[in-house]
């Protein structure tokens, strides 16, 4: 059973420019959501996704922005990169009726 | 504002020393305490849910326990490959399904 899988696992951007990061969840999985972790830090949440539609945002900006598809796989698009979204971006996805949620291994963004 | 605060941020134990790691919160309306390891680089590995004060949960040289203000993570005897950072997180009862972390603590077990 395939757990969480993202992709890219690495990723060098410079300001300005755009980027999008996937996600397909664990088997069985409806909701997904994003993470932004910093270095030291625990993660932080970007926002939900269940039956294709956002269902709770954190405190981000509006250059965030994702999407699900019928499939429940997920992309989180970043607009205008800063310097500042260097990160980790974990997905993580559970059963929106179960509490329990797994992540994947991230995708390291690095913005130059 | 929901806060979740561990202590200590770091702590380095000799193998074999057992210790504890400390999850404070303050929150209205706890849906469930989530405890996950996380290795440098990689994602957050699931541990534990504990839902209500008194619950434990054990794993390996691993328990985790819950009050109605904090949990602990106690590691008996504990072996170098459990070094990692050791995340608490709390789900709260406003509908929303988001994870509030804390920032984690650094675990190196010397052998």
């Known amino acids: 059973d395939a757990g969480v899988t993202q992709s890219p696992t690495h990723l060098i951007k410079t300001r300005g420019q755009q980027v999008t990061l996937r996600c397909s969840p664990k088997?069985?999985?409806?909701?997904v959501s994003w993470y932004q972790q910093a270095l030291g830090q625990g993660p932080q949440f970007i926002f939900q996704?269940?039956?294709?539609?956002?269902?709770q945002r954190g405190n981000f900006p509006d250059r965030f922005s994702g999407h699900q598809f019928p499939n429940y796989s997920s992309e989180l698009n970043v607009n205008a990169l800063l310097l500042g979204d260097s990160a980790l971006y974990l997905c993580?996805?559970?059963?929106?009726?179960?509490?329990?949620?797994?992540f994947g291994q991230g995708t390291r963004l690095t913005v130059v | 504002e929901d806060q979740v605060t561990q202590s200590p941020e770091a702590l380095r134990l000799q193998e074999g020393e057992s210790s504890s790691l400390n999850c404070s919160y303050t929150?209205?309306?706890?849906?469930?305490l989530f405890w996950y390891r996380q290795d440098p680089g990689k994602g957050p590995e699931f541990l534990f849910t504990?839902?209500?004060a008194g619950e434990e949960k054990e794993k390996e040289r691993l328990k985790a326990t819950l009050t109605k203000k904090e949990s602990f993570l106690h590691i008996t005897a504990p072996k170098p490959e459990d070094s990692a950072t050791y995340l608490c997180a709390v789900r709260v009862d406003t509908g929303r399904r988001a994870l509030t972390f804390g920032s984690g603590t650094r675990l190196q077990v010397q052998p």
């Open positions: 993580a996805s559970s059963l929106l009726q179960n509490t329990e949620a797994f």
């Open positions: 088997s069985g999985h409806d909701t």
């Open positions: 504990l839902y209500s």
């Open positions: 996704y269940y039956e294709e539609e956002e269902r």
């Open positions: 929150v209205s309306g706890l849906r469930g």
